[in-house]
């Protein structure tokens, strides 16, 4: 007997009492729409985000990972255990461990047609059991039932691969899953190469330079799974587990990497870098002073020979320094004023530009009658030694059209007033030498979807490619665009709406899509340099790393915090404009 279907006729039958009746349908379908409406936005609570992005801090399971300690020395983490899980004959066959015995160092590349692409693996459809799945473990074959130690020999790049598994141990087939994976060593860390084959297997590259032989952790955390840190709500989809804590030591080896050579011109082309910080000296006794800064070294105390070129101790990292397919150079408040003087910078960002231009004026320029930047900012600085050098910054926040908003990230170019403000810079007979630029992460909390975003970044990189051209066409030098990619950000905040998974891929959509219009002329990694420090909030309050010192209580518990991460930022920024 087929089943009765139910009858909805009462629902539009004429009513006995209209008012009693109508009101009764007016509610249902109120209550209806709301929950669609709900559905549709994916859970957005707007309170999760407060002004200038100080959010509540949120404990997850992957805090463990790094000590908190004034010096930085995040070189200690905790044993996990791991589970055996035995790999089905579905698993996808790839080699377990390559070993490439030449001298060359690890290099990443954008993939080409990357905002394509990643549309496209985004809306891969599921439809068969292992896709359908949920990621939860990982089987890493050359690592697993090792009970002996792991022992890799420095200067080559060792090659890995991991395999996603559901909660059952069978393998999971498909890519989108986010891991964060870093090696960390007393002198050493970088955030290992991982790449996503599409079908739970994920590939990763290691290398240490002979020089830093010794013990190392290699840690691997799951944050999100199949692209779910893109989502407008994220925060409830994070899984943000600990996979595997790998203790690796790397013995000392006969191989020679190629010197880092300091950066020219032409290595700002590299759209993705895979550097890595290294510590060249230590001091154990270096209290915080009164004005928050850590003064461990000598302010000339010199850089080693291709790390980096200049005085590291200006850096107050406590022996830290970042390098990646080449080196930097320290300047000095009288080397960045020889190279800054008679120029105009132009500033277009989120509030991190806010930081770093205050960071270069007071650490590197000299100059601290400025302690605070806001939002808009346009001044001619003068050096203070030498009252005829002067440099022009002028800086326009994007998070909004008004100054006094958030949360609109690229779509603030949508607002007619606010692109005439930003093309009036560029109409007169002296135009800026150098835009400094990144999309920020108000977008992680604007976009509802990848797809609009590439939209919107589609829109940005023809707006900006119409103004250098505009500029051209006068018969003036044009503007060059100096891309600084959006920060990794840390600790709580790494579960957000401005995540590492979001911010990672919005960065390289806009990259492609400056690319596509011919408007990019260097390329800043800010999201590679931050990386390997965004696992706790000891560099970060979340999504700034250049906060001013200040002796009081960080977020993280501790009296003051570390500020280095932003000062190698403000000196690659140098690098970038003044090198040949």
């Known amino acids: 007997m087929p089943e009765k279907a139910p009858n909805f006729a009462w629902f539009f039958r004429p009513p006995t009492n209209p008012m009693v009746h109508w009101w009764f349908k007016f509610m249902i379908f109120g209550a209806f729409l709301g929950i669609l409406i709900l559905w549709g936005i994916d859970g957005l609570n707007i309170n ?44 996808p066959q790839v080699s377990a461990n390559y070993t490439k015995d030449h001298n060359s160092w690890i290099l990443s590349e ?61 393998p999971h087939c498909l890519g989108g899953d986010y891991f964060e994976i870093d090696l960390s060593g007393e002198k050493w860390k970088s955030r290992p190469p991982v790449k996503d084959v599409g079908n739970g297997t994920h590939e990763f590259s290691l290398q240490v330079h002979p020089d830093f032989s010794g013990d190392y952790n290699l840690t691997i955390i799951l944050l999100f ?22 203790p690796i030591r790397f013995l000392s080896s006969e191989s020679r990497l190629p010197a880092i050579n300091q950066c020219t011109s032409f290595d700002y082309s590299k759209d993705v870098w895979s550097g890595r910080w290294t510590r060249h000296i230590k001091n154990d006794s270096c209290p915080i002073s009164d004005d928050g800064r850590y003064r461990c070294q000598e302010p000339g105390f010199s850089c080693p020979a291709q790390w980096c070129n200049g005085p590291l101790g200006l850096l107050e990292s406590n022996g830290w320094v970042y390098s990646t397919h080449c080196s930097f150079k320290f300047f000095s408040p009288d080397e960045a004023w020889g190279c800054l003087t008679n120029r105009w ?42 009252p ?5 910054f002028t800086s326009i926040f994007n998070g909004h059209p008004n100054d006094t908003g958030n949360y609109q990230g690229l779509n603030s170019l949508v607002n007619p007033e606010y692109q005439e403000l930003l093309k009036g810079y560029f109409s007169g007979n002296v135009v800026p030498d150098t835009i400094i630029m990144n999309s920020g992460l108000h977008d992680g909390v604007y976009w509802p979807n990848i797809r609009n975003f590439i939209r919107g970044a589609d829109f940005a990189a023809s707006f900006w490619a119409s103004v250098v051209e505009g500029v051209r066409r006068r ?58 420090w965004h696992y706790d909030n000891r560099c970060n309050d979340g999504v700034h790393y250049g906060r001013a010192p200040l ?30």
């Open 48 to 91: 999760t985000f407060q002004k200038d992005f100080v959010v509540v801090k949120k404990l997850n399971n992957s805090e463990t990972l790094s000590q908190s300690n004034k010096d930085s020395n995040f070189t200690t983490t905790p044993s996990f255990p791991t589970r055996q899980n035995n790999i089905s004959n579905s698993t």
């Open 110 to 170: 954008l993939e080409a047609n990357y905002s394509s692409n990643l549309l496209s693996k985004w809306l891969t459809p599921g439809g068969e059991p292992c896709k359908d799945s949920r990621t939860v473990e990982i089987k890493v074959p050359s690592f697993d039932g090792n009970n002996k130690g792991i022992e890799l020999s420095t200067g080559e790049i060792h090659e890995f691969v991991f395999h996603a598994l559901d909660d059952l141990g069978a």
């Open 225 to 246: 799974r199949h692209y779910e840190g893109l989502k407008f709500s994220p925060e409830r989809f994070a899984f943000d587990k600990i996979l595997r804590v790998i």
């Open 345 to 386: 910078i132009f500033w277009w960002g989120d509030s991190n530009h806010c930081d770093t231009i205050r960071n270069i004026l007071n650490f590197v320029l000299d100059v601290h009658d400025i302690p605070a930047v806001p939002r808009r900012f346009d001044m001619n600085i003068t050096n203070p030694k030498n």
């Open 388 to 392: 005829s050098q002067t440099v022009r």
């Open 475 to 532: 018969g003036l030098v044009p503007p060059e665009i100096v891309y600084r990619t959006t920060v990794a950000t840390g600790g709580y905040a790494r579960r957000l709406a401005f995540n590492p998974q979001k911010m990672e891929a919005f960065n390289g959509v806009v990259l492609d899509k400056m690319r596509k219009y011919g408007a990019l002329g260097k390329v800043i990694d800010d999201f590679d340099m931050t990386y390997p």
């Open 551 to 580: 002796k009081m209580k960080w977020r993280d518990g501790e009296i003051g915090h570390q500020y280095f991460v932003d000062l190698m930022l403000c000196h690659v920024l140098i690098n970038a404009m003044c090198v040949k």
